[in-house]
């Protein structure tokens, strides 16, 4: 049986303070969450040593919003997997749009990334997802088969246990405009489908795939009772722990 997952991505927002405090609210009301969800929250990389002291003995994971694509070395302002491992995260996000949009980030980049997270016993978050214009023009198959086959391919079936897949349309995120029900469940089974091709229909079957964009309380619960839906990445409602904790309650 897959997991289920509700994973904060809580962006460049917070300061620390306000980020302990909110993990805090979260940790509070954790508790109110079925038993089979897994709550993440993925914090700036400035937070995550004093939220992992938050996080200390409750269910709640911790990740990354991102990890450099090298070990260690002269990369000055980055941060390694090790680094991220070392503060007690168990994830990292990888390639969100706004990573691949704004910091030139390929999906070659991504395969070195995510084989430097595994080595570091890290789990990752891999981010799928068409923009308007691909969308508009009827690609969003194609885009997100590609994003795909040249990241999630490039690792053996024992690894695929060790992805999440998100799956986040651009023109949804942050902008109110959330995919219908059916619209994200139709990429999903798709993007399922598309690691059955080449992983077969078990391991398939065991990936968690999360709907992102415009993800809030009101409408959690008809996307998370979709077949394929397996929780949210959520961006904007993660900063309230009442809408994180209403979201991972919406199963
Ligand atoms: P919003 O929930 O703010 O649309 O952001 C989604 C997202 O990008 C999560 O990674």
Known sequence: MRKKIVAGNWKMNTTVPEG??????????????????????AVPAT?????????????????????????????????????????????????????????GETDEKLVEKARIAFANSLKVILCVGENLEEREAGKHFEVCESQIENVLFKFSAEQMKDFVIAYEPVWAI???????????????????????????????????????????????????????IDGGLIGGAALKADDFIGIAKSF
Do not use: W
């Not at 909110?22 to 109110?32: P, Q, T, W, Y």
């Not at 968690?208 to 009101?218: A, D, E, F, H, M």
């Open 47 to 103: 937070h995550l040593v004093s939220v992992a002291a938050v996080l200390e003995g409750s269910a709640v994971e911790l990740s990354a919003e991102n990890c450099a694509d090298h070990e260690k070395g002269a990369y000055t302002g980055e941060i390694s997997a090790a680094m991220i491992a070392s503060t007690g995260a168990t994830y990292t996000i990888l390639g969100h749009s706004e990573r691949r949009q704004y910091y």
């Open 174 to 228: 942050g902008t109110g405009k959330t995919a219908t029900a059916a619209q994200a469940e139709e990429i999903h089974a798709f993007i399922r489908k598309t690691i059955a091709g080449r992983f077969g229909a078990e391991i398939a079957a065991d990936m968690t795939i999360l709907y992102g964009g415009s993800c809030k309380p009101s409408n959690a619960p008809e996307l998370f009772a979709q077949e394929d």
């Open 20 to 41: 302990v405090s909110l993990a805090r609210e979260v940790v509070a009301k954790a508790g109110e969450v079925p038993s089979d969800v897994k709550l993440i929250v």
